[in-house]
């Protein structure tokens, strides 16, 4: 099994900055792609970004790509979300997720909050 924990939510004025971290222990081999995604009140789970363990391969989702620079630390087993000019409409819970493939995501840590103010 993979553990996933994640911090670094909270509150911001629109404009602000966030860094999530992810932190992966467990058996984090079997795993090779992790996403971020987040859930705002009364909508859908929506992707974010996704980093794959190896090399530098990444993806985001249009509504934060130029804004979110997903990144991490394979000795740490750390993923990060650096989170820039955020807008009221990021307010969600951020989860991060791991699995085999881009397609899949078998573990899922306990989200946290992230409100953006206007």
């Known amino acids: 099994q993979v553990q996933l924990v994640e911090s670094g939510g909270g509150l911001v004025q629109a404009g602000g900055s966030l860094r999530l971290s992810c932190a992966a222990s467990?058996?984090?081999?079997?795993?090779?792609?992790m996403g971020w995604f987040r859930q705002a009140p009364g909508k859908e789970r929506e992707f974010v970004a996704r980093i794959s363990w190896a090399g530098s391969s990444t993806a985001y989702a249009d509504s934060v790509k130029g804004r979110f620079t997903i990144s991490k630390d394979n000795a740490k087993k750390v993923v990060y979300l650096q989170m820039n000019s955020l807008k009221p409409e990021d307010t969600a819970v951020y989860y991060c997720a791991s699995g085999p493939n881009s397609g899949r995501y078998d573990y899922w840590g306990q989200g946290t909050q992230v409100t953006v103010s206007s």
């Open positions: 467990g058996r984090t081999f079997i795993t090779s792609v």
